[in-house]
């Protein structure tokens, strides 16, 4: 039977070749011809692999291993790109402990066809059967078969390997991935993570600090004021506690929003009306989600989009919003609902260097949802604690995470306080704005408690999102747009998340229009504490938003690398600059002339660049 092998070869060759391509269209939307050879070649190299180095007695189980091997992969990586938007590489396995903490989320986006990637798997059982019952081929045709490997093995791996070379000069992993197929995506992402390790460790830390510095006196964020003067409004709020609250999927455009005559937020409304609100805000989150939010907030440091920063750094001393407020004696706590583990934030609050944690344990479960406690509960605990804390006569600062909004935004009957119209009962819409109408009631009894212990006089808040909520496969913008009376762009909408910052004694707001990130709120907060991060030694990749007249912030996860905010567009790279788009901020149109932001997107990639190895040479703790 001198073709049993050559035909197996062919067989799993080809089924592996065509669930890349449903990979493709899953992810694409549609399977683009001119790519899918990369997915071919790939295939050929696994399985010549399997026949090279396999017996021939072992050989048929392994064929049904590696099938089903790769179709779990694919169909993890279908998932992810499902609800994250992105293209998981190889570090994204390293999360995979986290999934069964956002179980309800993770199934939420499950379409039924993903699971075609195992519609072959009981046919090699079968096969397997069968194959038992006859006699194992011949030395010859083993040999035979080999040969045959290991021709396709070279000619493909050449294929493979032409085309990584040519995915290596292409930043925009999603444009990569469709170039290269999933598997060369792989081998690029390694690649260029081991560059990335090299060209760290050959770094010094002081130089690589010299290089972030000359690049940002570069660019000119700066008003014109006089020599030796103090930055505006520095030291407002000098000497107050401080509250940071990082709201879940909280987007900016319910702030204002009325529904059926109702506002959706009539806390932040207020709240934003007396204090500084910045609506021009975007995230810019990693692969750590809600935890790189924290990471960003406290460090103005860039995610590296390849690991979440927690597990990835969280063995390093952090220069951090905690270290800066605790030179001047301030103790420094956070709260969460959720079990301290969840995206290892008990590796990442140590390396912020926060005295204390609060976690699952502290609280009462009034079962809100899968997280367990309520904001109401997590604020209760919490207003005891800082309660006791200023009582001792310290100073604190206050980080709460909450949970009550978090997708899928299914709040309790009972604790429902919006009536959202016919027309989106049930819808994913809908349920949003009930979620965020909570979020919003929960501040309102933090502000009322901190008012009853009095403390709201001697403590600056701070409230921003830390990502997106409404998924964008299940809210057409035109129809969101149309329901609410706004203008909603999947982009530009999507990422755009409230910051307010109030300080002790302000009544009258001020509606800052400069675009921001988040890595510009720890500046921008430390900036009103009379606080100033580079006399600390602390590298901020963020600006103060009440100090600049232009911003270019970078963007590289739910958006690919090379992407920024200016304060004119959102630009988002093709395969390198020139072939990329730009969208207005302003009136949510495509901007076709993409010329005046070419220096702008070589700027955010050079930096973005120097925080990876800045950070990477931090000091480990």
Same mark, same amino acid.
């Given at each position: ?138 030395? !010859? #045709?083993?040999? /035979?078969?080999?040969?045959?490997? %290991?021709?396709?093995?070279? $000619?493909?791996? =050449?294929?493979? *390997? @032409? ?53 940002? !006196? #570069?660019?000119? /964020?700066?008003?014109?004021?006089? %020599?030796?003067?103090?930055? $505006?409004?520095? =030291?407002?709020? *000098? @000497? ?71 597990? =990835? ?309």
């Amino acid at each position: 039977m001198p073709l049993r092998l050559p035909a197996a070869y062919l067989i799993l060759t080809a089924l592996l070749w065509i669930k890349m391509a449903l990979l493709r269209y899953f992810t694409f939307g549609e399977i683009a011809w001119r790519h899918v050879g990369a997915d071919a070649a790939a295939a050929a190299v696994l399985t010549s692999l399997l026949a090279l180095l396999l017996p021939g007695r072992g050989r048929g189980v392994a064929c049904w291993l590696l099938d089903a091997l790769v179709s779990t992969v694919l169909f993890a990586a279908t998932l992810y790109f499902a609800h994250f938007g992105s293209m998981p590489t190889y570090t994204a396995l390293l999360e995979l402990h986290q999934v069964p903490q956002v179980q309800a989320s993770v199934q939420s986006t499950m379409d039924p066809l993903y699971y075609l990637f195992f519609a072959d798997l009981p046919v090699w059982v079968a096969a397997g059967f069968i194959l038992r019952k006859l006699p194992i081929m011949r030395d !010859a #045709s083993m040999a /035979y078969g080999r040969w045959v490997a %290991a021709i396709a093995l070279v $000619a493909c791996a =050449g294929i493979v *390997a @032409g085309g990584v070379r040519q995915g290596l000069g292409i930043d925009n992993e999603l444009a990569a991935a469709d170039s290269e197929g999933f598997l060369g995506y792989q081998v690029i992402a390694a690649i260029k993570a081991d560059r990335e390790s090299r060209q760290a460790s050959a770094a010094d830390l002081a130089q690589t600090v010299s290089e972030v510095e000359a690049l940002q !006196a #570069s660019f000119p /964020y700066r008003k014109s004021a006089s %020599a030796g003067s103090a930055p $505006a409004h520095f =030291g407002e709020a *000098a @000497g107050s506690n401080l509250i940071v609250l990082q709201l879940e999927a909280f987007q900016n455009f319910p702030l204002h929003l009325k529904v059926g005559g109702q506002e959706v937020t009539p806390v932040l409304n207020e709240l934003a009306d007396e204090s500084y609100y910045f609506p021009r805000v975007y995230q810019q989150i990693g692969q750590g989600n809600t935890s790189d939010a924290e990471f960003m907030a406290n460090t103005s440091i860039y995610p590296t989009a390849k690991i979440a920063m927690s597990t =990835g750094y969280g063995d390093r001393a952090l220069p951090s919003l905690p270290r800066l407020l605790q030179q001047d004696g301030y103790k420094a706590f956070t709260f969460h609902v959720n079990d301290v583990k969840f995206w290892d934030r008990n590796r990442l609050y140590p390396a912020l260097n926060f005295d204390r944690y609060f976690d699952k344990p502290n609280f009462v479960n009034d079962r809100f949802n899968e997280f367990g406690a309520s904001d109401e509960e997590l604020y209760r605990f919490g207003l005891e604690e800082m309660a006791k804390t200023s009582a001792a006569g310290t100073p604190f600062y206050a980080q709460f995470v909450t949970a009550s909004s978090h997708f899928p935004f299914k709040v309790p009957k009972d604790r429902q306080r919006l009536q959202v119209p016919e027309s989106l009962e049930g819808t994913q819409l809908g349920d949003y704005l009930i979620a965020a109408n909570y979020t919003d009631y929960a501040i309102g009894q933090l502000i009322e408690g901190l008012k009853k212990e009095g403390l709201w006089d001697r403590t600056t808040l701070a409230v921003y999102g830390d990502h997106y909520g409404l998924q964008p496969d299940d809210n057409d913008p035109a129809w969101v747009g149309k329901e609410l009376g706004i203008k909603y762009d999947s982009r530009v909408s999507r990422l755009n998340i409230p910051f307010i910052v109030h300080t002790p004694g302000q009544s009258g707001g001020q509606r800052v229009e400069q675009v921001g990130g988040q890595l510009d709120m720890m500046p921008t907060i430390a900036n009103l504490l009379g606080k100033k991060p580079r006399d600390a030694g602390i590298v901020a990749f963020g600006q103060d938003l009440l100090n600049i007249d232009r911003n270019v912030v970078g963007s590289r996860y739910y958006l690919p690398t090379g992407s920024f905010f200016n304060d004119e567009v959102l630009y988002v790279p093709g395969t390198g600059f020139d072939d990329g788009t730009a969208v207005s901020l302003d009136t949510m149109e495509p901007v076709k002339d993409l010329s005046p932001y070419r220096s702008d997107y070589d700027y955010i990639m050079k930096l973005m660049g120097l925080s990876d190895r800045y950070v990477r040479l931090l000091p480990k703790r």
